[in-house]
Each structure stands twice: as C-alpha cells, then as structure tokens.
C-alpha cells in the first residue's frame, strides 16, 4: 500500500496482522503457490481452504494468537502431518502418491 491506496501487484504481508486474512475456507485444487518457508516439508508451498465450523475457526485463530511465533498454516500443516501418519501406521504403509483434485464434498467415512 502507498500512501493508504492499493498498489497494483503488492502482497500483504505474512506477519501476525494478515493471519486473520488466510483462508480456512473448500478443499480443491492449487489456488497459489509460493517459496515454501524454511520449516516447511518441500521446497513448494500450494494454497488449498478448507470450510469448518467457526467454533472451530475462532480455537485455531485464538491459539495462533496466543501461541508466540506460531502461525494458522504451522498449526494446519502439523496437526494434519500428524494425523496423516497416524492414519499410515494404522495402515501399515504410506499413502500412494495421487495428483488428482480431491472431490469436493466427499462425505467422511466413519472409522
């Protein structure tokens, strides 16, 4: 922003006050994608949203901003890293690796 107008191209910045602009809003494809922080799993990041309840929405908000340096997608990728190795142990063997779009809507299966 110059001067409290929108500059053609310019990017918020990824610091505490745009966390409530990331989306936890369907999951689909790659909307954007950008350098991958140094933390992160590969060197690529790709952008997905997910709709949840907003009970659920205000509790990661709340724990990212009271939690110092953690931010919503640090909180997503770990919680769901550890959830997906989980679900592999209980598997016995890691997923197969699959480029196509999740379907969007798909009802979860009970376990």
């Not at 060197?43 to 949840?52: F, K, S």
């Not at 929405?57 to 770990?78: G, H, K, Q, Y």
């Amino acid at each position: 922003m110059v001067a409290g107008k929108k500059v053609k191209g310019a990017k918020q910045s990824a610091g505490r006050a745009a966390h409530g602009a990331q989306p936890l809003g369907a999951i689909g494809g790659a909307t954007h994608r950008t350098p991958a922080p140094t933390s992160a799993l590969s060197t690529e990041t790709e952008q997905i949203a997910v709709r949840v309840p907003a009970d659920f929405a205000r509790r990661v908000r709340s724990a990212v901003r009271f939690t110092p340096d953690l931010t919503i997608t640090e909180l997503v990728v770990r919680s769901v890293a550890a959830e997906i190795d989980r679900l592999e142990r209980r598997r016995g063997e890691s997923f197969p690796v699959d480029a196509r779009p999740a379907r969007r809507g798909r009802p979860v299966r009970s376990t």
